[in-house]
């Protein structure tokens, strides 16, 4: 099954902050979007990531179980950076989360449950 969408779960090698985006009226969530056809679901995660962040990262593991319908990659950057190149007009804001923040769209658990799978991935 070809998935509807892919989401990054953006971390640096020297920490174990998560990168969000912020959207105007879903507030913050993951980086990520749908799938275009003929493209695979790594070249949209990546195409996601520099058009929502302006950074680009190694895909170190899919995560296939969490959305049934989607897929979430876990990017490694080694970029520290404070400031973006967000191309993304649904963008208006991006920054490393040493915690989660105030979720008001998403479930603040999809998060917890995603920093667990991250760090068990970590530990192996």
Known sequence: MYPAFCLALVTRKSDDALLL?????RGWELPGG???INESPEQTLMRELAEETGI???LKLWNRDYYPDGLV?????????TWWNSSDEKVSEVR?????????????Q??????????AQRVH
């Not at 990659?73 to 950076?81: A, F, L, P």
Request: charged letters at 30%.
């Open 21 to 25: 985006v912020k959207h105007p009226q």
């Open 34 to 36: 749908h799938c275009e």
């Open 56 to 58: 680009s990262g190694i």
């Open 73 to 81: 990659g876990w990017v490694e950057v080694e970029d520290n950076r």
């Open 96 to 108: 490393w989360w040493p915690k989660n923040p105030e979720m008001t769209h998403w479930d603040e």
């Open 110 to 119: 999809e998060l917890v449950d995603l920093r667990n799978w991250l760090q």
